[in-house]
């Protein structure tokens, strides 16, 4: 073909070929690199398509497996110490289940706030008193007790967290740590000498007293500022309330609306026995009279330290110790080492347990006392004087019922607070009891 062309003309057509050869090679390159490109592309928007439903995917699969909390009180923020009073937990005493052969319940009311079972009670009186205008917050009024300590401190506690004054009046014997521990919630603590029932300077009765006649010596100074409106109006608002915890019925309460029921539900209403003290017996009322309604099997077991007449009160419907005897008594209170239980009179809260109360125990000082040590070395538990007593009482029923059943007792406080009496070795040899440094076994329980 290019033989037929002038040399011109073979020059121009070469030149041609040669730039449709080179247009056509360039675009074929520009539309390569264009695809490959454009591939790239789409396998990274593919490859974060695929991470991103990868993500997705996980967290769906997390959120799957990881159950929402339930909501309980423990979830919750709480108003104030009130919030913090109840709903204690119920632990399985390891060493004294596996002595017995029986699951040996303990509820930790140690764990309240102001460290005992006593702070249910004093939430009680103080909430009943206000909803029946006896006291108004913030204005105040004084709420007065007599007590060897528990209850004074929750009082006391719950006093300054509604704006009250405290005023206890205690035992001048009891543990030194109680009324120091009175003193820095800010409570006035009034000691006196310790008196039978029927004296009107026993300590519970000095503490009703003392409330009857708060605001009378400055009455008449109120009076004479020329504003007899406004100082008679104030003087009203002022309160002194007794808050008279043995026969005060919200005591009673407290326990049958909360106590009781934590209970039933902490075991599902697996329960064959209670075994428990009593100083003002609204515990032991009250959780009694809410179980038996549900568990008519159930069978409760009165606990009572020596030198205290409740034992003989269940056992043979008398008042009476032994320590009663002339020249018997050591101590003018219950003849014990033990406080927070036992008692030689019947109080209205005590009353109402009676008929659903099967049998009683009596617990020696010294069974308190190896308790006490047993189950610091057996278990790291630190308890005080009452709960050692509930804790005997619970092996002996455990025993007495045989294995496979459970029973179901209360930590009514912990040893902190019995630091130099109850926990004092040279306190307790004075009371002619054997201090061992170490209790390993059971042996001590007959």
Known sequence: MLESLSDKNKYIAIGAALGIFFTLSTTAVVLATRGTSGQRRNSQTTCSGKQSRRRSSIGESISKQIALPKASKNSQICDGVAGLIGDTPMMRIKSLSEATGCEILAKAEFLNPGGSTKDRVALSMINTAE?????????????????????????????????????????????????????????????VRPVSIVDKNQFVNLAKRRAQEFGKDNSTSNNSNGDDESSSSESSQKTGFFADQFENLANFNAHFTTTGPEIYRQTQGNVDAIVMGAG??????GVTKYLKALLPDLK?????????GL???????????????????????????????GINR???????????????????????????????????????SSSAVNCVGAVRIARELGPGHTIVTLLCDSGQRHLTKFWNDEYLAKQGLVVKDVVDNLDFIV
């Not at 003002?280 to 009322?285: K, N, Q, R, S």
């Not at 050591?330 to 014990?336: E, G, N």
Request: hydrophobic share 35%; net charge negative; aromatic share 8%.
């Open 131 to 191: 909803k029946d205008h006896i006291l108004t917050p913030g204005n105040g009024s004084t709420i007065f007790e007599g007590t060897v300590g528990s209850t004074g401190i929750s009082l006391a506690m719950m006093a300054k967290a509604r704006g009250y004054n405290a005023w206890i009046v205690m035992p001048d014997d009891v543990a030194l740590e109680k009324s120091q521990l009175l003193e820095k919630l800010g409570a006035h603590v009034e000691k």
């Open 346 to 384: 019947l109080t209205r809260n005590f009353a109402l347990s009676e008929g659903y109360i099967d049998d009683a125990i009596r617990v020696t000082d010294q069974e308190a006392v190896d308790m006490a040590r047993y189950l610091v070395n057996q278990e790291g538990l630190f308890i005080g």
């Open 311 to 341: 034992f003989n009160k269940v056992k043979y419907n008398i008042m009476y110790s032994p320590t009663e005897k002339e020249g018997k008594r050591k101590r003018h209170q219950v003849d014990t080492v033990v406080e927070g239980v």
């Open 280 to 285: 003002t017996g609204g515990t032991l009322a």
């Open 300 to 308: 409760t077991y009165l606990v009572d330290p020596q030198g205290s």
